[in-house]
């Protein structure tokens, strides 16, 4: 696996996974789903002997798949999806560091309507900081000890 110590950043064009271990959460771009052709719901298959992962198409009341509905699909298109068991499956076929979020981008099957995600082509980098945008935190312990010792004088 390529570790990448920048924070990666794709176009809205780009078909990409996320997986980040620490929260048991994989993102899946909303590029994905225009790729499949913005499907109700979608099903994630996993092939530990060829390390793959298979996002395909299904019907909104799926019992096997995931709805594609949410607060976060309805804002970006995009899906945030908890599967801790999955998550630990993928992590015991690789040996990737759990600190890093993992992003993998999708190779497109025509025939079947598939997005396929190969672990031989993750890219890690580091979970940022202020995950929720916004600006960092000041480090207000040393402005104050500044103005303290500014005060003395």
Do not use: H
Not at 59 to 86: C, E, H, M, R, W
Not at 92 to 116: F, G, P, Q
């Amino acid at each position: 696996m390529k570790v990448d110590t920048s924070e990666l950043i794709y176009s809205n064009d780009c078909p990409y996974i996320d997986i980040l271990w620490k929260k048991g959460r994989f993102f899946v771009s909303n590029a994905v789903f225009r790729l499949i052709g913005k499907p109700g719901g979608i099903r994630l298959l996993w092939n530990a002997a060829k390390s793959t992962l298979i996002i395909e198409p299904t019907d909104i009341n799926d019992p096997d798949g995931f709805p594609a509905i949410g607060q976060t699909y309805v804002k970006n298109g995009s899906l945030f999806i908890g599967s801790v068991t999955l998550i630990e499956e993928i992590w015991a076929t690789t040996d990737w560091d759990k600190s890093l979020r993992v992003r993998i981008v999708a190779k497109y099957n025509e025939k079947s309507n598939v997005a396929i995600f190969e672990m031989k082509n993750a890219i890690a980098s580091e979970i940022p900081k202020n995950i929720r945008g916004g600006r960092p935190k000041r480090a207000n312990s040393k402005t104050r000890k500044v103005k303290k010792e500014v005060l003395k004088e």
